[in-house]
């Protein structure tokens, strides 16, 4: 008889245990926000991004959907960057006021009526083409569906100020990029 209680108090005790580990929340999430479906028919996730949206080719923005954007959306804002950049986060591409009835943004870069692209990592406006200085680097495309219009953000961190408490869902797309031509 013993030997028959002993599992089943193991396997009660497991589940809660697990739980008990496991955060509920991340920091600054709404337990309840939905989350997009972030995809490119140019690659898929975990993919390397080819090479002429990069700086061994054209720098082409890449095409970039999302699906699954909650009733209530007002807008929509897109953020690339590349979390593996020597000197920090290097932002390549920044959209906001992209409206909440699109679920694309096509190759090229071309933006939807009221969309704004604002200054990326080196300074200019648009998209920039991963070109990393050495090894193989993680590109994050992350798209969110916010409550509200922002305003053109100057840069990635007045971006994340401005939608802090406004965002309904968000989703990610990560693909990677490693430079063909020599330094």
Not at 27 to 51: H, Y
Not at 136 to 143: G, M, S
Not at 162 to 181: F, N, S
Request: aromatic letters at 6%.
């Amino acid at each position: 008889m013993r030997t028959h209680i002993l599992p089943l108090i193991l396997l009660a005790v497991s589940p809660a245990r697990a739980f008990a580990d496991t955060p509920t929340t991340k920091p600054n999430v709404t337990p309840d926000r939905q989350s997009l479906v972030v995809s490119s028919s140019a690659f898929s996730a975990g993919k390397e991004i080819p090479p002429k949206f990069t700086c061994d080719g054209k720098s082409t923005a890449p095409p970039l959907s999302w699906s699954n954007v909650p009733r209530g959306t007002q807008s929509i804002a897109v953020l690339v960057d590349d979390p593996d950049a020597p000197k920090g986060t290097f932002t390549h591409w920044l959209v906001t006021g992209i409206p909440p009835t699109a679920t694309a943004l096509a190759e090229g870069g071309k933006l939807p009526q009221g969309a704004v692209a604002a200054r990326n990592g080196k300074g200019s406006v648009g998209y920039t083409g991963p070109c990393p200085p050495s090894g193989r680097h993680r590109y994050l495309f992350r798209v969110f569906a916010l409550d509200t219009v922002i305003p053109s953000p100057r840069d990635k961190d007045s971006l994340l100020q401005a939608i802090d408490g406004h965002v309904l869902a968000e989703g990610e797309l990560i693909a990677t990029y490693q430079k063909i031509t020599p330094p």
